[in-house]
């Protein structure tokens, strides 16, 4: 009797395995297809893609499509907006995170609670699209590099990330025996917080530069001039409004071959705009795993 | 008692360079003027990209002038609520806008949990480590790329949808155009991207539970899934309740970025959210406090639903936002 029941548990506890194993199979498949299927079109002959025979492996294999990336000054110059946007962005995002969590993290800190107050509230509360615009607008930086860096300066989010991540790991006491042999606030944020807190760093320029590479609406409603435009508005001009401009087509007189290509440049255009995160990514999973833990601790 | 006395005025004897006047916080803040010093850049920051619009949202009561700025242009009151509660737009924008969120709600805010709970249960840690990468990955897809690949995918000419309905024998099917389809093609792209993401704290509340617990269930000869109902599901639950709080006030937001991108011309009656009309009548058709209005009262909205919610939490479980 006891044994039948055994026996009669641990088949279904198999069964139960096996539709675990199943049910992850299929989410696998779901999610990794999508993206084969983008990196083999991109890597196959124009007439491959508009007839439909790409379906798992490139077919007939060209680099047609990222020739015709390369030889486009348009979505060159947005290569290196977004270059400059993020790198500048990100070293203006985590020194302003730094200098506003750093304080905030220390329970000596006066004001500590009202100021915290106030970050909460920016959470869940806003003026609303018009208002910020307005707000920028006056500023007189529309139309202005500065339009991609400063209105995103600081994310209420990561500074509480970065908060957490100070009170966790820096010893009250290391400060106080700091602050007895003379050194300042400064020098221990930045000779011995800093060098200490290489992970909360790390995971703070990894979620900054993945929001300024693929950042686009700041630069919809901010932005005029074609020459400032980042890649991501490009990308939207090229792949979802259709806009290309004809002067980068080959051969303009064959219209088979150049809808073709612009079909084969949309694949390549999305594998290039993707690289420069997805190279970053087995080091950015980790990381980002971190800092979505550290966030979830304070809820 | 008496010893504090004693070092209190030790200390005002060793402090006695400093003014006398300067007692508590104001010598606390002059002890650490550095850290405040720190503090005023990204507090201007937070005052003027924050809190300025937030003052500045009395247009929404106001006649909006761009010369005269916030608050010189004329009172209206409500005039711009009740013009767009009057307005023949009002019932279908809370009505997409309620059926996207809802939807996203009722399918995305699940899915990670699935899969953390499937992730949970497999000892093959080689399989759950491919999995949890792969799921992982489209997070950092950007949403304009997003939004391209969705579109290219439903093509009814070169998608590999359309590719999958045509083996199925059925006629090309031109998705995007498809009012009815909006909703669901917005969810499940959403779900797609998000899953692996979302199901990292769910992972980590579920390495947090107690091992004991496996074991007492194990004595008592519970199966595989009476341990995933009666011990990882409680174990999630605080995470699971904060996560719904958050997802709640946001109810009202749904994706402006990726709506925008995926509108065209056919799908607009279903597509239309409160948040793209804001910014269509605000900043593309230069009807400044009118569109201000619409924004705040979702604001509000949002706001009530989020303490509510957190209320409700509060009332009936341990967890809660605040």
């Given at each position: 009797?006891?044994?039948?029941?055994?026996?009669?548990?641990?088949?279904?506890?198999?069964?139960?395995?096996?539709?675990?194993?199943?049910?992850?199979?299929?989410?696998?498949?779901i999610v990794?297809y999508p993206l084969i299927y983008i990196v083999s079109s991109s890597f196959s002959s124009p007439r491959a893609v508009i007839s439909g025979k790409v379906w798992l492996?490139p077919v007939e294999?060209?680099?047609a499509g990222?020739?015709a990336i390369?030889?486009?000054?348009?979505?060159?110059?947005?290569?290196?907006?977004?270059?400059?946007?993020?790198?500048?962005?990100?070293?203006?995002?985590?020194?302003?995170?730094?200098?506003?969590?750093?304080?905030?993290?220390?329970?000596?800190?006066?004001?500590?609670?009202?100021?915290?107050?106030?970050?909460?509230?920016?959470?869940?509360?806003?003026?609303?699209?018009?208002?910020?615009?307005?707000?920028?607008?006056?500023?007189?930086?529309?139309?202005?590099?500065?339009?991609?860096?400063?209105?995103?300066?600081?994310?209420?989010?990561?500074?509480?990330?970065?908060?957490?991540?100070?009170?966790?790991?820096?010893?009250?006491?290391?400060?106080?025996?700091?602050?007895?042999?003379?050194?300042?606030?400064?020098?221990?944020?930045?000779?011995?917080?800093?060098?200490?807190?290489?992970?909360?760093?790390?995971?703070?320029?990894?979620?900054?530069?993945?929001?300024?590479?693929?950042?686009?609406?700041?630069?919809?409603?901010?932005?005029?001039?074609?020459?400032?435009?980042?890649?991501q508005?490009i990308l939207r001009n090229i792949l979802i409004l259709n806009s290309i401009?004809?002067?980068?087509m080959?051969?303009?007189?064959?219209m088979a071959a150049m809808q073709g290509l612009r079909d084969l440049l949309k694949f390549s255009l999305i594998v290039v705009a993707t690289?420069?995160?997805?190279?970053?990514?087995?080091?950015?999973?980790?990381?980002?795993?971190?800092?979505?833990?550290?966030?979830?601790?304070?809820? | 008692?008496?010893?504090?006395?004693?070092?209190?005025?030790?200390?005002?004897?060793?402090?006695?360079?400093?003014?006398?006047?300067?007692?508590?916080?104001?010598?606390?803040?002059?002890?650490?003027?550095?850290?405040?010093?720190?503090?005023?850049?990204?507090?201007?920051?937070?005052?003027?990209?924050?809190?300025?619009?937030?003052?500045?949202?009395?247009?929404?009561?106001?006649?909006?002038?761009?010369?005269?700025?916030?608050?010189?242009?004329?009172?209206?009151?409500?005039?711009?609520?009740?013009?767009?509660?009057?307005?023949?737009?009002?019932?279908?924008?809370?009505?997409?806008?309620?059926?996207?969120?809802?939807?996203?709600?009722?399918?995305?805010?699940?899915?990670?949990?699935?899969?953390?709970?499937?992730?949970?249960?497999?000892?093959?840690?080689?399989?759950?480590?491919?999995?949890?990468?792969?799921?992982?990955?489209p997070?950092?897809i950007s949403t304009v790329v997003m939004v391209s690949m969705i579109i290219l995918f439903l093509s009814p000419r070169l998608g590999f949808v359309d590719l999958i309905v045509r083996m199925l024998g059925m006629e090309s099917i031109n998705f995007m155009g498809i009012p009815s389809y909006f909703s669901s093609i917005f969810v499940l792209s959403n779900?797609w991207q998000?899953?692996?993401?979302?199901?990292?704290?769910?992972?980590?509340?579920?390495?947090?539970?107690?091992?004991?617990?496996?074991?007492?269930?194990?004595?008592?000869?519970?199966?595989?899934?009476?341990?995933?109902?009666?011990?990882?599901?409680?174990?999630?639950?605080?995470?699971?309740?904060?996560?719904?709080?958050?997802?709640?006030?946001?109810?009202?937001?749904?994706?402006?970025e990726k709506i925008y991108l995926m509108q065209n011309p056919l799908n607009t009656s279903t597509s239309?959210?409160?948040?793209?009309?804001?910014?269509?009548?605000?900043?593309?058709?230069?009807?400044?406090?009118?569109?201000?209005?619409?924004?705040?009262?979702?604001?509000?909205?949002?706001?009530?639903?989020?303490?509510?919610?957190?209320?409700?939490?509060?009332?009936?479980?341990?967890?809660?936002?605040?």
């Open positions: 009797m006891n044994k039948s029941i055994a026996i009669r548990e641990s088949l279904g506890d198999r069964l139960f395995l096996f539709l675990v194993y199943a049910f992850l199979a299929v989410v696998l498949i990794l492996f294999p060209s680099l990222y020739k390369f030889s486009n000054p348009q979505i060159l110059t947005g290569y290196a907006n977004s270059l400059f946007y993020t790198f500048f962005g990100v070293l203006i995002n985590v020194s302003m995170t730094v200098m506003l969590a750093y304080p905030l993290s220390k329970s000596t800190f006066y004001g500590r609670g009202f100021i915290m107050l106030l970050l909460v509230i920016t959470m869940m509360f806003s003026g609303g699209l018009i208002p910020y615009y307005l707000t920028v607008k006056s500023l007189g930086i529309l139309d202005t590099r500065w339009a991609m860096l400063l209105p995103g300066a600081l994310a209420v989010w990561q500074v509480i990330i970065a908060r957490t991540f100070f009170q966790s790991t820096i010893p009250k006491e290391l400060g106080e025996a700091s602050e007895l042999d003379g050194c300042s606030d400064f020098g221990f944020l930045w000779r011995i917080v800093l060098p200490l807190s290489k992970p909360i760093l790390a995971v703070l320029v990894l979620m900054y530069a993945v929001g300024h590479w693929n950042a686009y609406f700041d630069a919809l409603i901010f932005l005029k001039s074609q020459e400032l435009f980042p890649l508005i401009d004809a002067s980068m080959v051969d303009a007189n064959q690289l420069p995160v997805l190279a970053l990514y087995p080091f950015v999973q980790k990381y980002f795993v971190q800092g979505i833990m550290i966030g979830s601790l304070k809820g | 008692m008496q010893s504090t006395g004693v070092l209190e005025a030790k200390k005002k004897r060793a402090d006695s360079s400093k003014p006398l006047l300067m007692k508590g916080p104001a010598k606390k803040m002059k002890r650490h003027w550095q850290l405040y010093l720190l503090i005023l850049l990204p507090l201007a920051y937070i005052i003027i990209f924050k809190y300025i619009p937030m003052y500045g949202a009395q247009i929404a009561f106001r006649d909006f002038s761009p010369v005269r700025g916030f608050t010189g242009s004329e009172w209206v009151g409500l005039k711009n609520f009740s013009d767009f509660f009057n307005s023949p737009n009002f019932w279908i924008l809370i009505k997409n806008t309620l059926i996207i969120s809802l939807y996203s709600l009722a399918v995305g805010f699940p899915a990670p949990i699935i899969l953390a709970l499937a992730l949970n249960e497999i000892r093959s840690m080689r399989f759950k480590k491919v999995v949890q990468m792969v799921t992982f990955a997070y950092f779900v998000g899953i692996g993401y979302g199901a990292v704290i769910y992972l980590a509340a579920l390495a947090g539970v107690n091992s004991e617990l496996y074991e007492a269930a194990k004595v008592d000869g519970a199966s595989r899934f009476q341990k995933v109902i009666n011990i990882d599901i409680p174990g999630i639950m605080p995470a699971a309740i904060i996560l719904l709080i958050l997802n709640v006030g946001q109810i009202m937001n749904v994706g402006f239309e959210v409160i948040s793209t009309y804001v910014y269509k009548i605000g900043l593309l058709g230069a009807n400044f406090s009118f569109s201000a209005a619409v924004d705040l009262f979702n604001s509000v909205i949002n706001l009530i639903l989020l303490l509510s919610v957190n209320y409700f939490a509060r009332r009936v479980s341990d967890s809660s936002l605040w």
